[in-house]
């Protein structure tokens, strides 16, 4: 069973930049079936899409980010990252990484993990 | 850029149906998936494809489809259903999926 799992620092300054792993388990990244996603949402506020990969390294992303971010992947670790640029306390949030495809949406999920942005 | 619109909250009492809509432009070009989330939890996909619910999730939950509307209808809700739900989908282009701003189901 596919399961995700973010990894990352909890901390973040203002103006440094912002770096998530998500390591993919009981499955291969390279699977043809998924792309793979970036989540976040702020304390008290709703879901935002920040984009996905898949694993030939083809990317889209939310076009409200899309200067400050940078998705990668890395078969050989089966895991996949997120990098946020120029990071201020609106990019304070929980950030959850998940499968995503056109048939099933986002169907497999990571727990999430905090990161908050604070000098 | 793209928006998807849900009302903000909804109530229903135990036992009765509710619907929760989700507006937008282009809904009819692209698939809408729903998300169901309890406080301190990830979001679950109840609903995909606009209409199909993946296993494990209870009949209760189904979803709809009309035009630039989708739908998610709760029927016969239960006290553990009070949760945010969110409506996902794309934009005409379809490389940039949103998401809608989350709609409270209260149960009274």
């Known amino acids: 069973q596919l399961q995700l799992q973010e990894s990352g620092p909890g901390l973040v300054k203002p103006s440094e930049t912002l770096s998530l792993t998500c390591t993919v388990s009981g499955g291969s990244i390279s699977s043809i079936s998924y792309y793979w996603g970036w989540i976040r949402q702020p304390p008290g506020k709703g879901l935002e899409w920040i984009g996905s990969i898949y694993y030939n390294g083809s990317t889209d992303y939310n076009p409200s980010l899309k200067s400050r971010v940078t998705i990668s992947v890395d078969t050989s670790k089966n895991q996949f990252s997120l990098k946020l640029t120029s990071v201020t306390a609106a990019d304070t949030a929980v950030y959850y990484c998940?499968?995503?495809?056109?048939?099933?949406?986002?169907?497999?999920w990571g727990q999430g993990t905090t990161v908050t942005v604070s000098s | 850029s793209y928006e998807l619109t849900q009302p903000p909250s909804v109530s229903v009492s135990p036992g009765q149906t509710v619907r929760i809509t989700c507006s937008g432009d282009?809904?009819?070009?692209?698939?809408a998936y729903w998300y169901q989330q309890k406080p301190g939890q990830a979001p679950v996909l109840v609903i995909h494809?606009?209409?199909e619910r993946p296993s494990g999730i209870p009949e209760r939950f189904s979803g709809s489809s009309s035009g630039t509307t989708v739908t998610l209808t709760v029927s016969g809700v239960q006290a553990e259903d009070e949760a945010d739900y969110y409506c996902?989908?794309?934009?005409?282009?379809?490389?940039?999926?949103?998401f809608g701003g989350g709609t409270k189901l209260t149960v009274l």
């Open positions: 494809k606009d209409s």
């Open positions: 282009a809904l009819p070009k692209h698939y």
């Open positions: 996902q989908s794309a934009d005409n282009s379809g490389s940039s999926w949103v």
């Open positions: 998940a499968t995503q495809n056109w048939a099933y949406g986002m169907d497999v």
